[in-house]
Each structure stands twice: as structure tokens, then as C-alpha cells.
């Protein structure tokens, strides 16, 4: 082979053959020269992504489920449609077309094990997967958590609904900045009790403590005993600094009530006091415009005329002290007491809400 001579910036290069074999041209040789050994050959799942931490999870599956409920997964796993996979919450979306990807490809799942080969699919996923399989949500378990949820936007703290659904009597209790006001109603909607009482000394002044334990002491006295006392939530903006004294003086009475009522609390943890907001009662009884709650007063005048007119009034006022809660009412008037009117209205909404669900 003869030498190759050419000319490069100026300079004349002469070049002559160099063997194949030479040690300049065996990496690139070696490089190029691959083809067979590293062209990419089938691989079974297994090769793919099995490993040591894959086949003791594998054993862990094994473990946690029967053959029987394998048997029950896989045959799911192995028969059912991307849309019939994704009615099981946990196989919506990308897991599901990724199960049927990976059956189209491998053929059918052998064990549980494999899922884990399954992109998305970790061993916790795969457990979670599983259960939820062998344990679907019915449609009546659904429609619980979807009421248990409803239930927690407008009743906090949370709170067993069995608890609730039990109650025999409630006292709705709301507070302003001068009033209190209370009302004792049982599971016939029977008004028990139904009265208010002025406080005026708490907002005065610098907010003592001692002052707010007098008078919150002195009110908590006079309350009936009850399974529960509903609380007020109000939705007063807190970005409105000129508010800020209103909303300490709400603070200071909730939490007093929370600690005075809840008499029991440290020796069973169970709640007895509770909150609702005071918009959800707003709307279950039509009295919103926009964000805004509108005047409960008429309602009430109008539950007081169908108790004495109607045989099934929506609530009941005892026949003996039907006259003294009119009059009481009729001295408001003038002064509209809101307070009154809305601890009534609360303790209505409560039963129709959240134990009867009317």
C-alpha cells in the first residue's frame, strides 16, 4: 500500500499504512465492532427489573396474602380492562394503562411479585393495590365518606358519626360581644330550654381573665346538662384589623367554653363541644345574600306560630311554656336579638343536617 501524502495549513503531511491491528486503531475498532454483543436482546420482566430487594419483596407478598387471595388478585390483574382496573381508586389513571401494557407485552402476571415490575408499582403501592382489590369500596361506603367528609366542613373537631347519630339532646349555644344565648332542644325537636343572658363586662376594659371567668362561669351555670353543646362559628375576615378586638373577645369565649363544657374530656378524650359554622346554617336556611347571612328573626316567629297551629310543627314548644318563650321573643323585638334567634336556628340545623341528614 502506498503512502498517502497531502497538504494541511501549509505544511505537507506524509502518512503511511498502518496495520489493522495496530494499538492506535483497537479501541476505535473494538468500538465499532460490538454489534453482536451489544445489540439489545429480549428480556423477560424478570431479567429486566428483578433483583435481590425485588424477590424478597416478592417473598413478603407471599406472606401477607393466602393462595386464595393471590389467586383472587391475579385473576383480576390478569382479566380485567383498563376501564374495569380503574374503578379501584388506586389503579386510576397512568397505573392502570401500565398494567395492561405490561400484560400485552409479558403475558399474563404469574405471581405478585411480578406487579412490582410494573413501573409506578413499588412494594408499599403493591400491597395497597392488592388490599384494595380483595376489599373494593362499595357504593355505600362511598356515599359514607363522601357524607363523613360533608360533615367535617361544617361540624369540627371530627367526630365519630355513630356519636352523633345517638344524641339525645343538644344546647346550641352563640355569643356576640354583649350577649349570650342559649338553646336546649332533645331528638323530637323540642324546645327544653330557650333563654339568653347579657354580658357586657367582658369586652370592657383590657379582657381580664378573671372577668371572663366570672361571667363565663357564672352563664356555664345556668346551661343544661346535654350529650353536646354546638358552638357558633363565626366568619369574621381576619385581614380587617379593625375587627381584631371582636375577633379576640370570640376566641377568648370559645375557648372558655370549650375548656368549661368539655367536663369529661380529660379522663375519656371524647369531645362533647363542638363547632358549626354559622354560613352552613345561613344556607340550610336560605338567610344568605352572596356572603353575607341576613336575619333569622322571622323564621323564628314563624316556628312559634306552627307550633301552636300545625299538629307536626317542624319544632315543638311545650304547651306549658309556649307563652313564656312568645313573650320573650315579642321583648326582643324592637332590639332584635339576634343571638336568640340563631342559637334556635343552630340547634334546628344540627338535627337536620348532621343526625337525621334531611
Known amino acids: 500500500m502506498n503512502a498517502l501524502t497531502f497538504r494541511l495549513a501549509g505544511v505537507r503531511w506524509r502518512c503511511g499504512p498502518v496495520p489493522l491491528g495496530s ?11 460490538r454489534e453482536k454483543s451489544t445489540a439489545p436482546k429480549k428480556m423477560s420482566p424478570k431479567d429486566a427489573f ?52 405490561h400484560r400485552e407485552k409479558f403475558g399474563p402476571f404469574q405471581n405478585l411479585e411480578s406487579l412490582m415490575h410494573v413501573p409506578l408499582f413499588q412494594y408499599k403501592t403493591t400491597v395497597e393495590v392488592c388490599n384494595s382489590i380483595l376489599c373494593p369500596e ?12 360533608l360533615f367535617g366542613k361544617f361540624i369540627k373537631p371530627d367526630i365519630e358519626r355513630e356519636r352523633i347519630k345517638a344524641v339525645n339532646s343538644i344546647v346550641s349555644i352563640v355569643f356576640g360581644t354583649r350577649r349570650i344565648a342559649w338553646a336546649h332542644l332533645d331528638r323530637k325537636m323540642t324546645v327544653l330550654d330557650w333563654q339568653q343572658e347579657e354580658s357586657c363586662q367582658m369586652v370592657k376594659g ?8 366570672e361571667e363565663m362561669s357564672s352563664v356555664i351555670s345556668k346551661i343544661p346538662k346535654a350529650d353536646f353543646y354546638i358552638l357558633e362559628k363565626t366568619g369574621l375576615p381576619i385581614q380587617n384589623t379593625s375587627l381584631f378586638p371582636i ?23 371524647q369531645h362533647q363541644v363542638l363547632s358549626m359554622n354559622r354560613s352552613t346554617v345561613g344556607k340550610h336556611f336560605e338567610l344568605m345574600i352572596g356572603d ?16 301552636v297551629l300545625k299538629a307536626e310543627p317542624r319544632v315543638v314548644f311545650p304547651s306549658d311554656r309556649i307563652v313564656q318563650y312568645r ?32
Open 292 to 307: 353575607t347571612r341576613t336575619s333569622g328573626k322571622e323564621l323564628v316567629k314563624r316556628f312559634l306560630s306552627e307550633s
Open 247 to 269: 375577633l379576640l373577645h370570640f376566641h377568648i369565649v370559645e375557648a372558655m367554653l370549650f375548656a368549661l363544657l368539655n367536663r369529661t374530656f380529660a379522663q375519656d378524650g
Open 23 to 33: 494499538s492506535l486503531f483497537e479501541p476505535l475498532y473494538r468500538s465499532c465492532c
Open 206 to 213: 383590657t379582657y381580664l381573665s378573671s372577668v371572663y371567668l
Open 138 to 149: 362499595t357504593g355505600k361506603k362511598k356515599r359514607k365518606l363522601q357524607e363523613n367528609r
Open 50 to 101: 428483578g433483583d435481590d430487594n425485588t424477590k424478597e419483596a416478592g417473598h413478603a407478598l407471599d406472606k401477607l396474602f393466602s393462595q386464595e387471595q393471590q389467586a383472587s388478585i391475579l385473576h383480576v390483574l390478569n382479566s380485567a380492562s383498563g376501564k374495569e382496573l380503574e374503578a379501584f381508586k388506586l389503579l386510576r389513571g397512568r397505573k392502570s394503562i401500565n398494567i395492561v401494557e
Open 327 to 358: 313573650q320573650m321573643f315579642l321583648s326582643t323585638e324592637q332590639n332584635r336579638v339576634e343571638e336568640l334567634y340563631d342559637s334556635l336556628l343552630q340547634a334546628v340545623a344540627f338535627y337536620e343536617l348532621a343526625v337525621f341528614d334531611t
